[in-house]
């Protein structure tokens, strides 16, 4: 992949063929560009190629991305960590994510080394998210259930220079599932760790993510989601943040746009999350169909949600009746 830099994002414009204003039970769904002339001209030798829209992809990182909606809303609320009762602004969120950024850059670790993230769902993920690409770092994420042997498995795939971790999750003992793998942290100094189950070379790597794909990624989600427009939308993720799910439809969108992102608990807990969402008034959340299911059956639903008036269901294929109760029997009119 070619540096950002170096990279220019193929615009074509094409004729446009015909807009529709499309309405559902009253409800308006907004206008559609249908269209269906091809490029010009072949573009098999472009590296990122721009499709039939009038929306120009972005070239930002995602720290300006960050930066750009700190100097806009620096007072507004970014992230919400109900578990923890943490509450940061954009503008005290970026001040942590430049002290976390100074402290990985002086542990060591050099631009384009691979960092891992592995745990559940906090307010300290997300500064980790953006103090990574601050520094020049790139951010595996690495699933809070982990056990020795996926851990190993992933560490050595990737070829992690450090790992990042909390102490435990319901009954994940990082530290101890980590001296599994590589007994010899115990007694190791800072920064010379020497593990004789080390030996990454020759090993595929992860497939890795730039910067241009999940910035425009979740530009294109937020335009969808109206949050170009929207005041006040505060979304609530039960969704992993290990999963681009929670990562970019939830805290990069908030970073793109500027929407408060709602963390409930560290892992979905239907019960957590409908209090979360009566209580921090969110008007939209994130959730596989499974979720969906789970917080439905809940005989509080209908008085705990009616902030809501929006949300995702991906994941998974939907069930047709799951996604049309969202749409009849709740406040939720605009799903995607």
Not at 110 to 122: A, D, L
């Amino acid at each position: 992949m070619a540096p950002l830099g170096l990279v220019q994002a193929l615009v074509r414009r094409v004729p446009r063929i015909g807009v529709t204003r499309v309405w559902q039970r009253g409800i308006h769904l907004g206008s559609r560009l249908l269209r269906d002339s091809p490029p010009a001209k072949p573009v098999t030798s472009i590296s990122y190629v721009h499709g039939t829209s009038d929306t120009p992809l972005s070239n930002r990182t995602m720290q300006q991305c960050l930066l750009d909606t700190t100097q806009r809303i620096p007072d507004e609320e970014a992230v919400v960590d109900v578990h923890t009762a943490t509450r940061k602004t954009f503008s005290q969120l970026i001040k942590d994510v430049e002290t976390l950024a100074a402290g990985l850059l002086a542990l060591g670790l050099k631009r384009g080394e691979r960092v891992g993230m592995w745990g559940p769902n906090s307010y300290e993920w997300v500064v980790m998210q953006y103090a990574a690409a601050q520094a020049g770092l790139i951010l595996a994420s690495v699933n809070p259930a982990y056990q020795a042997s996926e851990l190993e498995y992933v560490l050595r795939k990737v070829g992690c220079s450090a790992l990042v971790f909390p102490s435990q999750f319901k009954t994940q003992q990082y530290y101890e599932i980590l001296k599994k793998i590589c007994p010899e942290i115990e007694n190791s100094p800072a920064g010379g760790i020497k593990s004789k189950s080390q030996g990454t070379t020759g090993y595929p790597k992860g497939a890795t993510l730039s910067h241009h794909n999940i910035v425009n990624n979740a530009t294109m989600v937020g335009l969808r989601m109206g949050y170009h427009w929207k005041k006040g939308v505060r979304v609530a993720l039960p969704v992993p943040l290990y999963h681009c799910m929670g990562s970019v439809l939830g805290s990069l969108v908030m970073a793109v746009y500027g929407p408060t992102a709602v963390f409930p608990s560290p892992s979905f807990e239907p019960r957590a999350l409908l209090q979360a969402v009566s209580q921090e008034r969110c008007t939209a959340m994130y959730g596989t169909p499974t979720m969906y299911v789970d917080i439905l059956a809940q005989p509080d639903f209908a008085a705990l949600s009616s902030t809501l008036d929006s949300g995702i269901i991906a994941g998974s294929i939907a069930p047709p009746e799951i996604v049309r109760k969202l749409a009849t029997e709740t406040t939720m009119r605009f799903m995607m």
